[in-house]
């Protein structure tokens, strides 16, 4: 049998060694998740002692659940798959979006008075957006006192920007634009940097993703010569989600030690609850035996 090899220049590599490297990064990725279910599953129904212990708990989530979606859309080699570089691109992209929001809000080490700032930006920033959602509806019936009532939230938060001695001492100019909250409010390089993200990866990355999830030229240029995007298994598509199975499973690995940070004790309460279950239902605790490699 041929051993199992890859070559440093992935755009080198036999199919054998595609599918061998997509096999691995699938294995790989689903122990990652394996791991962060069990962690979500022993935070919940611990109080959030601060902001950041809800936000964590709430973003994690998140990335979990859209991690799971990530395995149903990488299947296991074999004839009948269906294959969606896209979707698998897009929903990539969204976890790493994500990963970045998580640290910004919940993570990252930085003094009490930025912690708090945060969460104020985080609001700002949310009232901009959903003002500017239902706005797209462009109803007349919108009475004065919806108005009303939106303007005082966002004075109430105006207020706390104020009176917040890390965004009182921003430059005026960097003040009204997060009080405007309209673009995110973190600098993404910023993120990445902090983060100790590999940031010429991750840019990269990002870009290949973000063309197929705005339909970008690179998403169906070259289709027809290079085999793909058509929903079949092929070289070309098994090794870009092989690099995104790779990516996703580094944020999720980044995840799982943040929240812990939080939840000290989730993984060993995620682990009885697991115990527990199988031990009330030791049928559905086992699996047949696959006999095709994942």
Known sequence: ???????????????????AKYRKARREFAAEVLRAK??????????????????????????????????????????????DFSAVASITRNLAECYLFFYFLCAD???????????????????????KLFGELD?????????????????????????NAYLSGLPEKRQKELIRGEKTPFVQDEMIERSNLDKRNFRFLYRLFSNHT????????????????????NPTDTLCMAFALDFAGDLMRRATVDIL???????????????????????????KRRLKRC
Do not use: C
């Open 261 to 287: 940070a939080f939840f000290p004790n989730a993984e060993t309460r995620g682990t009885a609850i697991e115990a527990a279950e199988a031990n009330a239902h030791p049928a559905s605790g086992r699996k």
């Open 38 to 83: 069990r962690v979500s599953r022993g935070a919940a129904g611990i109080l959030s002692e601060t902001a950041q212990h809800y936000w964590a708990s709430v973003l994690f989530t998140r990335m979990v659940v859209t991690a799971v979606s990530i395995q149903v859309l990488t299947p296991e080699i074999q004839p009948d798959g269906h294959w």
């Open 214 to 233: 705005h339909t970008g030229p690179v998403a169906f240029y070259r289709m027809a010569e290079h085999g793909r995007g058509r929903g079949f298994q």
């Open 1 to 19: 049998m041929e051993k199992e090899t890859t070559n440093d220049d992935p755009t080198r590599l036999s199919e054998f060694q595609v599918k």
């Open 109 to 131: 080490d930085v003094p009490q008075v930025e912690k708090d700032a945060r969460i104020i930006l985080l609001n700002l920033h949310d009232n901009a957006s959903r003002r």
């Open 139 to 163: 109803e007349s019936d919108d009475d004065a006192k919806t108005a009303a009532a939106r303007a005082e939230v966002h004075d109430d938060l105006v207020r706390k920007f104020n009176a």
